[in-house]
């Protein structure tokens, strides 16, 4: 049974989902709550609105400290990986360890897989991320300091204000305007 519950940070409403073996998915901040409970209907028609649990009140404190701009390590967040695919779990797994305020390239991710021509696949798998924020999809950055894609609403302006928030050098070189 898939659970989700909503919760407000410095930025607006973000919300997780969850089952008994761990995170379905991570939503990142909207203004509305309305907005964000109707993406998890969507995604999981079935689930439930619930009371967030003690074993995942450290991750939503995490999530809320990150957008106060303070580092927070969510690295021990579970993680329901059994609908995920062997090679995006090693990428999300390569991805969760990169610190709040820095970054890894597509290409840097891909040698750590062992094939640099393996970075489009690092960028497919981290654009079907279903938990952002958890998997910070957006400290992921293209070569030559670019940023890259981003798949959440707002694109790469959203990827963009997340890295600013976590004070990473990549958000103060990116130039959105040129």
């Given at each position: 049974?898939?659970?989700?519950?909503?919760?407000?940070?410095?930025?607006g409403?973000?919300?997780i989902?969850?089952?008994?073996a761990?995170?379905?998915?991570?939503?990142?901040p909207?203004?509305?709550a309305?907005?964000?409970?109707?993406?998890?209907?969507?995604?999981?028609?079935?689930?439930?609105e619930?009371?967030?649990?003690?074993?995942?009140?450290?991750?939503?404190?995490?999530?809320?400290?990150?957008?106060?701009?303070?580092?927070?390590?969510?690295?021990?967040?579970?993680?329901?990986?059994?609908?995920?695919?062997?090679?995006?779990?090693?990428?999300?797994?390569?991805?969760?360890?990169?610190?709040?305020?820095?970054?890894l390239?597509?290409?840097?991710?891909?040698?750590?897989?062992?094939?640099?021509?393996?970075?489009?696949d690092?960028?497919?798998a981290?654009g079907?991320?279903?938990?952002?924020?958890?998997v910070?999809?957006?400290?992921?950055?293209?070569?030559g300091?670019?940023?890259g894609?981003?798949?959440?609403?707002?694109?790469?302006?959203?990827?963009?204000?997340?890295?600013?928030?976590?004070?990473?050098?990549?958000?103060?070189?990116?130039?959105?305007?040129?």
């Amino acid at each position: 049974m898939t659970q989700f519950a909503l919760f407000d940070t410095a930025i607006g409403f973000a919300g997780i989902a969850w089952n008994d073996a761990g995170l379905v998915a991570c939503h990142l901040p909207e203004r509305e709550a309305d907005t964000a409970r109707r993406a998890f209907l969507r995604r999981f028609p079935e689930a439930t609105e619930a009371e967030i649990p003690a074993r995942l009140s450290p991750t939503v404190e995490g999530i809320r400290a990150l957008m106060r701009g303070e580092k927070a390590d969510l690295t021990g967040a579970p993680l329901d990986l059994s609908r995920t695919p062997e090679f995006h779990a090693r990428v999300y797994e390569i991805a969760r360890a990169i610190p709040p305020g820095e970054t890894l390239t597509y290409g840097e991710i891909a040698v750590q897989l062992g094939d640099k021509l393996l970075a489009r696949d690092v960028g497919q798998a981290l654009g079907k991320n279903p938990w952002p924020i958890v998997v910070p999809c957006h400290r992921v950055t293209a070569a030559g300091g670019k940023p890259g894609g981003f798949s959440a609403r707002g694109g790469v302006t959203t990827k963009m204000k997340l890295l600013a928030i976590e004070g990473a050098k990549a958000a103060a070189q990116a130039d959105l305007f040129s």
